[in-house]
């Protein structure tokens, strides 16, 4: 058995390893640097926890059977994922964590002296306060996630689900659970615990119903945070020094995103955490199918005649690069554009894909260079001076109808000024709305060629007509 000051030591490094994994993270360059930081400190915890139970007792072993059986589901998960789907992997991750600290809070509960926090119905202040916090958190992380899972993936509507009295029923409830773990504190009747983690899982939906596609990647960031400080607070309870500090990391960092991501979204942050926003889809839609405005539809020999004739091309990558897979196929349509001397960028929105991140994997999985990707604030003001747009996939980052119409649930939005452009050429199978239920204005415009086509099929035919 290892001793506590080295357990401590341990933990303690353990940390620092997430800490540089985290920092690691924050930079294309270095993401692989840092994601084996965390799985070395990932490794030590581990590690260090099983030497610090002491006896190798028979719930132990069934631990190790569960944390293999675990680890070996979530290695084929991570084998077999496509990237297309890694929005609502993080979020069916992000609510197993939530569950694992109702699960654990649960355990403390019900059996206190197995965790050393004294006895049934005497059970230290400080202790039921921490495991009340990390079930209830918890509990809303994991319906939270789970409602985010299911619209992500299409089982649930994207469309904001909204009714008369919402925010005060969430109201009713926050305060509900509040004044229970008040109570809880006080007597410490099972009753109100149970009632306090049911009523957790009942408002983590209710947050997150009310939020409409657009702003599905904000929320994915914050149940990220919940997700850490459910973990730190179990962390507590548990007197894990280990726990505590990735929560806490996993928890404020996700929390940080979120703001970033809200101020680019020109959203409200306090808006994410209370579930207070995301338009009106459905009207859009309707508004949008009873005007039919003409489009000018090309070909592969189009869009190749209108590059080769440009000094200079900027690739706008969206969700439906991802869904073709034609990461590879723009890598080599690119090359050839390089060789003829015409100078190609690529502008990517924060929230490109369904989650932050998205494009840029799949640009790094092509060998695109770092240097050539941009992020909208470093490259909307080239557009205007820019010959060609070739815009594969994306949709809600390009619409102009942000920037126009208050009534829009994608109102106020940032988005890639893609309109200036001398010539846009958007690859897209047809002229249906994107993830936020918005008609895109881009497709009408003068200066855009519709290339109706898989995108990664139309990417190839364009390379071959390169030559």
Not at 108 to 135: H, R, T, V, Y
Not at 139 to 144: D, I, M, Y
Not at 306 to 313: D, F, G, R
Request: glycine share 8%; with cysteine.
């Amino acid at each position: 058995m290892i001793s506590p000051n080295l357990s401590a030591t341990f933990y303690l490094i353990s940390g620092i390893l997430f800490i540089l994994a985290l920092r690691g993270l924050s930079s294309p360059e270095t993401s692989r640097t840092g994601n084996l930081f965390g799985i070395i400190g990932m490794l030590i915890a581990i590690i260090v926890t099983f030497l610090s139970v002491g006896n190798f007792s028979i719930s132990l072993i069934y631990v190790l059977i569960f944390l293999l059986l675990g680890g070996a589901a979530g290695a084929f998960i991570a084998f077999k994922i496509p990237m297309t789907a890694m929005p609502e992997l993080v979020a069916g991750f992000h609510s197993l964590v939530g569950l694992a600290a109702v699960f654990v809070a649960i355990a403390a509960f019900l059996d206190p002296e197995a965790f050393g926090l004294g006895l049934p119905l005497n059970i230290k202040l400080a202790s039921l306060i921490e495991m009340s916090i990390g079930a209830a958190v918890g509990a809303v992380t994991f319906s939270g996630s789970v409602i985010a899972f299911l619209k992500l993936r299409g089982i649930m509507s994207g469309s904001p689900i909204v009714f008369k009295g919402q925010h005060f029923l969430n109201l009713f409830l926050g305060l509900s659970i509040i004044v229970l773990i008040y109570f809880l504190c006080q007597t410490q009747l099972p009753t109100l615990f149970w009632t306090v983690v049911i009523l957790s899982f009942l408002i983590g939906a209710m947050l997150i119903i009310p939020i409409g596609g657009a702003d599905m990647p904000v929320v994915i960031s914050m149940l990220n945070s919940y997700s850490g400080w459910a973990a730190a607070g179990i962390g507590f309870t548990l007197e894990n020094t280990a726990l505590i500090i990735t929560g806490a990391l996993v928890g404020s960092s996700g929390a940080i995103l979120s703001y970033i991501m809200c101020k680019s979204m020109n959203r409200s942050f306090f808006n994410v955490i209370l579930g207070g926003f995301g338009g009106d889809s459905d009207s859009d839609k309707k508004e949008s199918s009873k005007e039919q405005k003409p489009v000018k539809s090309g070909n592969a020999e189009d869009a190749a005649f209108l590059m080769k004739n440009a000094a200079s091309v900027i690739i706008v990558p969206g969700y439906g690069m991802a869904v073709a897979q034609a990461q590879h196929a723009l890598k080599e349509m690119v090359d050839k554009l390089k060789k003829k001397d015409i100078k190609v960028s690529y502008a990517i929105h924060p929230v490109a894909g369904r989650m932050p991140g998205h494009m840029n994997v799949l640009l790094a999985e092509a060998n695109v260079p770092y240097d050539e990707v941009f992020e909208l604030d470093d490259i909307n003001n080239d557009f205007a001076n820019s010959d060609v747009a070739f815009v594969i996939g994306a949709n809600d980052v390009t619409n102009p109808i942000a920037k126009t119409d208050p009534k829009s649930p994608i109102f106020g939005m940032p988005v890639l000024d893609v309109e200036k452009c001398k010539s846009v050429l958007f690859v897209k199978r047809s002229l249906s709305p994107g993830y936020a239920g918005v008609d895109n204005e881009l497709f009408y415009k003068d200066n855009t060629l519709m290339l109706f086509a898989d995108a990664k099929k139309m990417t190839e035919d364009i390379v071959k007509n390169l030559d």
